[in-house]
Structure formats: C-alpha cells, structure tokens
C-alpha cells in the first residue's frame, strides 16, 4: 500500500478509505496486505483529479491594474450585496411572523371566555330568595 501511495501521491490512508468504500479495488493476501492493480490505481488517481477539480474551481485571478485596495473594495461590495439581500429575507419573514402572530391573536380574542360581568339571570335571583 506504501508503494501506491507514493505513485499516486496520497498518503496510506486515503488508499484504505478508497479500498474501503469500494472506490478502489484491491485484493487482500494471506499476509493482510492489498494487492493493487496498476492499472485500477492509475484509473482512480486519474477520477481523482477530475473530481477535485470539479470541487475546486480556479480562482479569480485579478488582473496586474488592480491593486489590493481595489481588490479589497470589490471584496467588500459583494459582501455588502449579499448582507442586503439577507436583510431583505429577514425583513420578509419578520412581515410573515406578524402577520401570523395578528392571526393568532384574533383568533384568540374570538375563543376567548365570555365576559363574567354580565347580571345573572332573573330566574336565578328566585332562588337565592
């Protein structure tokens, strides 16, 4: 497995978790080592690469006009874009919340317990004679 490793550039361990997940496949001899097929190494090296360039896309390069500050205020105008945006979406939600809490409040008053203050009825005050 060391000998894998040093052709594919990983360490050990990253070829364990390959052979593992089943990413890799490799036979295991009566010592309990991996037998690795060149050719199976070289394809998942090779699937590797592609998957983290996938991952890791190149980044912006700013061009030799730009200086740092300018870079740094580009930097900070996105910034301050994004932070508007989840202010509007914390805004609007605040709006639904509201509006949920008035429903919920009407609704309330609606099922609230009818008013004691009234008189008793007539009939009642005959018996309390």
């Known amino acids: 497995m060391l000998e894998a490793a040093k052709r594919s550039s990983t360490s050990k361990a ?3 978790r390959a052979i593992k997940a089943g990413h890799l496949s490799a036979e295991r001899r009566q010592d309990g080592t991996f037998s690795i097929d060149p050719s199976e190494l070289s394809r998942w090296t090779e699937s590797r690469r592609e998957t983290s360039r996938a991952v890791r896309p ?4 700013v061009p ?4 740092p500050e300018t870079a740094a ?3 900070l105008a996105v910034e301050v874009r994004l932070l508007r945006e989840r202010l509007e979406e914390m805004r609007g939600r605040t709006d639904e919340l ?3 809490r008035d429903e919920w409040r ?3 008053q609606r099922l609230a317990l009818p008013d004691h203050t ?8 005959w018996l309390r004679a």
């Open 14 to 16: 990253s070829i364990h």
């Open 98 to 100: 509201r509006a949920e």
């Open 73 to 75: 205020m580009a930097a």
């Open 64 to 67: 030799a006009t730009e200086t």
């Open 106 to 108: 009407t609704q309330a």
């Open 118 to 125: 009234e008189k008793p009825p007539r009939w009642l005050a």
């Open 58 to 61: 190149e980044p912006e390069r």
